[in-house]
């Protein structure tokens, strides 16, 4: 499922666990949006951290704004996705 209404992108990293978290929903509900693995791509961690001021993850881009913390992803994933 895709939402073309938003320009998403999750930054993430394979051994986070609230990343996990994150990722599990999506495939739950079938969710594809596009990911960045900032541990194997220098360029995405160097956006993240110029952007939303952290390398914390995960972090969804929302239309090129950053949200934070596992559990406001998913809430905005549950109101604007599904």
């Not at 220098?42 to 995960?58: D, F, S, Y």
């Not at 704004?65 to 109101?79: H, N």
Request: some cysteine; charged content about 30%; hydrophobic content about 35%.
């Amino acid at each position: 499922m895709s939402n073309s209404k938003y320009d998403l992108t999750l930054f993430y990293f394979p051994g986070c666990p609230y990343c996990k978290k994150v990722l599990n929903f999506m495939k739950d509900k079938n969710i594809e949006i596009q990911l960045k693995n900032i541990r194997k791509n220098r360029e995405a961690a160097r956006k993240l951290k110029e952007i939303g001021g952290k390398k914390q993850v995960p972090c969804l881009f929302i239309n090129g704004k950053p949200l934070y913390e596992s559990d406001d992803i998913i809430v905005w994933l549950k109101e604007h996705y599904l």
